[in-house]
């Protein structure tokens, strides 16, 4: 998280109104800012707190601070079953994507298509099996992961899928893919990393069509936003 909270997210994390991811999102900021950290302090202890209110307040805070160290342990052990994975034979991780709950999470997708980056030129093949697997898997997303956070996998997925049809020559198979992008974008955080991947894409797909027209006008700011 690259900003301040604001106060009305603040308000409603103290009174845990908030998505869970969202939530620890802004919990991830709190422990390395002061300023917010004391903000939401005030918030959990009240205007008027007692010595029993501040024992409280401390105890949420050390939660809070709990919660974040146990998702970067998340993080690390996504990271590590993405490894895994991907070591697989083909049919056996679509085999393991399809039938593990404990692979269909946001941080597993994500990881396939961070790897799925790392191959698109030396085996585009392997990235665009790896992004495929990772569009199954945001596809399959429960309905503990917000909405937002599935169509911005999405998209992310399709448009990596159009980029390794692209460079395999498969311009038609990519446009499709691009087109998916952007249909979930529209239903999406609107993440500006999202949509310059999809741009990105996009751009590249009309310059492998000689369309340098298209390829720019899909560069113009009046294109986009």
């Keep these: 998280m690259n ?37 939401l302090d005030e918030l959990f202890r009240g ?34 079953t993405v490894a895994l994975l991907i070591a697989q034979p083909t049919q056996r991780r679509q085999t393991w994507a399809r039938n593990s709950r404990r ?14 980056r ?23 997303l429960g309905s503990g992961t917000g909405a937002a956070t599935r169509a911005d996998l999405q998209s992310l997925a399709w448009s990596d899928i159009g980029n390794c049809r692209r460079i395999l020559g498969d311009l038609q198979g990519a446009r499709q893919a691009v087109n998916e992008s952007a249909r979930a974008i529209e239903d999406g955080s609107h993440d500006p990393l999202v949509e310059a991947r999809f741009l990105e894409v996009s751009c590249a797909l009309h310059w492998a069509a000689q369309d340098l027209a298209a390829a720019f006008r899909s560069l113009s700011p009046r294109a986009w936003g």
């Design 3 to 39: 900003h301040h909270p604001s106060d009305e997210d603040l308000s409603r994390l103290a009174a845990a109104g908030l998505p869970a991811e969202e939530a620890g999102k802004i919990v991830g900021h709190v422990i390395v800012c002061n300023a917010c950290s004391e903000k």
């Design 47 to 80: 205007p008027e707190a007692t010595t029993d209110d501040y024992e409280i307040g401390d105890a949420l805070l050390a939660q809070l601070r709990q919660r974040r160290e146990r998702s970067l342990a998340g993080e690390q052990s996504a990271r590590e």
């Design 103 to 116: 692979l269909q999470t946001p941080e597993i997708a994500r990881g396939l298509i961070l790897a799925a």
């Design 118 to 140: 790392e191959l698109l030129f030396d085996d585009p093949e392997e990235s665009l099996s790896l992004s495929l697997l990772a569009l199954e898997l945001a596809d399959a």
